[in-house]
């Protein structure tokens, strides 16, 4: 996958899939989520910043794990949220 703008986005062979369709962290506290996305460093599937407790970008930000793609159906897209970079694939 090629994006001359992020090489964090580069760097993806392979993009990871949601293996569940809910945010886990909101599933162990009892939240609610918008959409979600799921972290290409360790798989993990969370919630979008328009969902209250955006773990996602918490996520990404505690584990310093910097690409996302969405897990939404029909949507092809990865975010790096250190480069504010998106590309679609």
């Avoid at 986005?9 to 009892?30: F, L, P």
């Avoid at 918008?34 to 955006?54: I, K, W, Y």
Wanted: aromatic letters at 6%.
């Amino acid at each position: 996958m090629a994006n001359e703008t992020c090489a964090h986005i580069s760097a993806i062979a392979t993009v990871k899939q949601a293996k569940r369709r809910e945010c886990a962290e909101c599933v162990k506290i009892g939240g609610q989520w918008v959409h979600l996305r799921t972290c290409q460093e360790c798989g993990a599937t969370l919630c979008c910043d328009n969902s209250p407790n955006q773990h996602a970008s918490k996520h990404a930000r505690a584990s310093g794990h910097p690409v996302i793609a969405s897990s939404e159906t029909g949507e092809r897209w990865l975010y790096c949220y250190p480069d504010e970079a998106f590309a679609e694939y």
